[in-house]
């Protein structure tokens, strides 16, 4: 076995507990703040935690800690399993960006194993900068910069195009749309698509996000014939930059519906986004205007989802040129070795 694949996720803190919270947002400051001209990068992060602390561990106290870890775990359980199924002698592990086991962790773990040949997916269909992209440099750096390991790393990107995937999705959202005796072409009805946000700054200097965004929703509202629907976008708008608009808060306040029901795009477990900020916030604020409130569910659980992942990687693991599966050269990031099937 000299062939490793590492399955990157977000992460979240499994416990409500001050230490796990105050880790996981030193990682997410120190990855996305701009600290160039910060005179001590240290004591700005250590004091950008403090004060988000109390607010996002009372989120996490209220949720009773984020499933996201459980869920990818099983999710990856998954994915070796069908590889196995499908022949593939390889070795599989999880990481997260921002708790434990980081990226580093994980590629640390492969390297020990022998691994020789990494292959990186991200579990982010949608390709972001502080996501996809920021894995992907991630695991580039902690292989270029071992001396002692040299492994041929294979990465891929976005691949919210395939079409299993949207099928899956829409599937998912017409199922809860029909359980819920929901008519999405009924004016009293409104389907809105909640995407995660990104800083303004990222689309500014290229990122294809918000188009990815647009594409997807298209794509699964034409399959699930649910019709045209606003994009509102999750933003952490406390961090005083400039975000996607129009905020999903927005959105659903100018909802001349009845009641509206709320896919969240961006997410492939449930966690704080959408069990906190939609099923407790956003949902108070369109309670607050009288409107009724549904949100769909993340199918973090089809069964058609492991052979969509299985599907990604198959050909790398096969020796089959990625053009036949539709994978390309990634244009969000340069890597000789890095695809995604959203390419042009």
Same mark, same amino acid.
């Given at each position: 076995?000299?062939? @490793?694949?590492?399955?990157?996720?977000? #992460?979240?803190?499994?416990?409500?507990?001050?230490?796990?919270?105050?880790?996981?947002?030193?990682?997410? !400051? &120190?990855?996305?703040?701009?600290? /160039?001209? *910060?005179?001590?990068?240290?004591?700005?992060?250590?004091?950008?935690?403090?004060?988000?602390?109390?607010?996002?561990?009372?989120?996490?106290?209220?949720? #009773?800690?984020?499933?996201?870890?459980?869920?990818?775990?099983?999710?990856?359980?998954?994915?070796?399993?069908?590889?196995?199924? &499908?022949? !593939?002698?390889?070795?599989?592990?999880?990481?997260?960006?921002?708790?434990?086991?980081?990226?580093?962790?994980?590629?640390?773990? $492969?390297?020990?194993?022998?691994?020789?040949?990494?292959?990186?997916?991200?579990?982010?269909?949608?390709?972001?900068?502080?996501?996809?992209?920021?894995?992907?440099?991630?695991?580039?750096? !902690?292989?270029?910069?071992? +001396?002692?390991?040299?492994? /041929?790393?294979?990465?891929?990107? #976005?691949?919210?195009?395939?079409?299993?995937?949207?099928?899956?999705?829409?599937?998912? $959202?017409?199922?809860? =749309?029909? &359980?819920?005796?929901?008519? +999405?072409?009924?004016?009293?009805?409104?389907? =809105?698509?909640?995407?995660?946000?990104? +800083?303004?700054?990222?689309?500014?200097?290229?990122?294809?996000?918000?188009?990815?965004?647009?594409?997807?929703?298209?794509?699964? @509202?034409?399959?699930?014939? *649910?019709?045209?629907?606003?994009?509102? !976008?999750?933003?952490?708008?406390?961090?005083?930059?400039?975000?996607?608009?129009?905020?999903?808060?927005?959105?659903?306040? @100018?909802?001349?519906?009845?009641?509206?029901?709320?896919?969240?795009?961006?997410?492939?477990?449930?966690?704080?986004?959408?069990?906190?900020? $939609?099923?407790?916030?956003?949902?108070? /604020?369109?309670?607050?205007?009288?409107?009724?409130?549904?949100?769909?569910?993340?199918?973090?659980?089809?069964?058609?989802?492991?052979?969509?992942?299985?599907?990604?990687?198959? +050909? $790398?693991?096969? #020796?089959?040129?990625?053009? =036949?599966?539709?994978? &390309?050269?990634?244009?969000?990031?340069? @890597?000789?070795?890095?695809?995604?099937?959203?390419?042009?």
């Amino acid at each position: 076995m000299n062939t @490793g694949l590492i399955v990157i996720h977000f #992460g979240e803190p499994s416990s409500p507990d001050r230490q796990s919270v105050e880790r996981y947002l030193e990682r997410i !400051f &120190r990855q996305n703040m701009d600290l /160039e001209d *910060v005179t001590d990068p240290d004591a700005r992060i250590e004091a950008l935690v403090d004060r988000r602390t109390p607010a996002l561990l009372e989120e996490y106290e209220a949720i #009773g800690g984020s499933p996201l870890n459980e869920q990818a775990e099983h999710q990856v359980d998954a994915l070796a399993t069908l590889l196995d199924e &499908r022949g !593939f002698d390889l070795r599989v592990t999880t990481a997260y960006q921002f708790v434990d086991p980081s990226i580093a962790d994980a590629l640390a773990t $492969l390297r020990d194993a022998g691994c020789t040949e990494v292959i990186a997916l991200s579990l982010y269909p949608l390709c972001g900068p502080t996501t996809t992209v920021a894995a992907a440099e991630e695991v580039e750096r !902690f292989c270029s910069e071992d +001396p002692a390991w040299d492994p /041929e790393v294979t990465q891929l990107t #976005g691949w919210h195009r395939h079409p299993d995937y949207l099928r899956l999705r829409a599937a998912n $959202l017409r199922s809860y =749309l029909e &359980r819920h005796d929901l008519d +999405p072409n009924d004016s009293a009805t409104s389907v =809105l698509w909640s995407a995660h946000g990104t +800083p303004m700054k990222h689309v500014d200097a290229g990122s294809r996000y918000v188009s990815y965004v647009e594409e997807y929703c298209a794509a699964v @509202g034409a399959l699930a014939d *649910v019709p045209a629907a606003p994009i509102g !976008f999750q933003n952490h708008e406390n961090r005083g930059i400039e975000w996607t608009t129009p905020a999903i808060e927005d959105v659903v306040v @100018g909802s001349a519906a009845d009641q509206v029901v709320v896919e969240p795009v961006s997410f492939m477990h449930e966690q704080s986004e959408t069990l906190s900020e $939609l099923d407790i916030e956003l949902a108070a /604020e369109a309670t607050d205007r009288g409107l009724s409130f549904h949100r769909i569910p993340v199918p973090h659980d089809d069964e058609l989802f492991p052979a969509v992942l299985a599907d990604l990687v198959e +050909p $790398l693991l096969a #020796g089959v040129q990625p053009e =036949l599966f539709q994978l &390309r050269r990634c244009v969000c990031h340069d @890597g000789d070795r890095t695809f995604c099937r959203n390419a042009p």
